[in-house]
């Protein structure tokens, strides 16, 4: 079975730095997807960004961007200039290349952001 | 577009007894997930239906726990009787077949359920 690994539970950083979520993953698949989503408290969870296996361009959504290394199986989330309103639990999610795959969750890190 | 729907937010109950959650998924979306989130954990897949067919429930209690998804659309999960340990957030999430972002989940808000 595949699995997601987040290895840091709770990381802080300060307002306007620049902070990196690490996470990574086992698979046999060659084509696959993975996520990141962000849960802030009691609230629900969003899709923050999403990256194809098959492309080897990291994606990007504004100040939000990845580091795919495939050969590495990781897949680690950059947020630049962090805010007040990112401090939430982030998880790294994976699923296979059908859309009869489940999704695999790691256990989530905790972002703590400081004014 | 709406999101997806889910009720009740909250839920206390004694152990041994029996509750249900419902979840309404966004309209069109033809996959519907349902995860059970323990404190301080990622989610875990308990069911994915597919329309109204089961596509995977094989991490679900199913001595305790079931669920339905008739006529394709809205759903509802059961579990009795409860336990201690089933406390925890159930999540609803819902994903479209067609067209760009068919790897993409949206989910609910969930429902908080506490078994005392």
Known sequence: AQTVTQSQPEMSVQEAETVTLSCTYDTSESDYYLFWYKQPPSRQMILVIRQEAYKQQNATENRFSVNFQKAAKSFSLKISDSQLGDAAMYFCAYRGPSGFNKFYFGSGTKLNVKP | ?116
Do not use: M
């Open chain 2, 1 to 116: 577009e709406a999101g997806v729907a889910q009720s009740p937010r909250y839920k206390i109950i004694e152990k041994r007894q029996s509750v249900a959650f419902w979840c309404n998924p966004i309209s069109g979306h033809a996959t519907l997930y349902w995860y059970q989130q323990i404190l301080g954990q990622g989610p875990k897949l308990l069911i994915q239906f597919q329309n109204n067919g089961v596509v995977d429930d094989s991490q679900l209690p199913k001595d305790r726990f079931s669920a339905e998804r008739l006529k394709g659309v809205d759903s509802t999960l059961k579990i009795q009787p409860a336990k201690l340990e089933d406390s925890a957030v159930y999540l609803c999430a819902s994903s479209p077949l067609a067209g760009v972002y068919t790897d993409t989940q949206y989910f609910g808000p969930g429902t908080r359920l506490t078994v005392l």
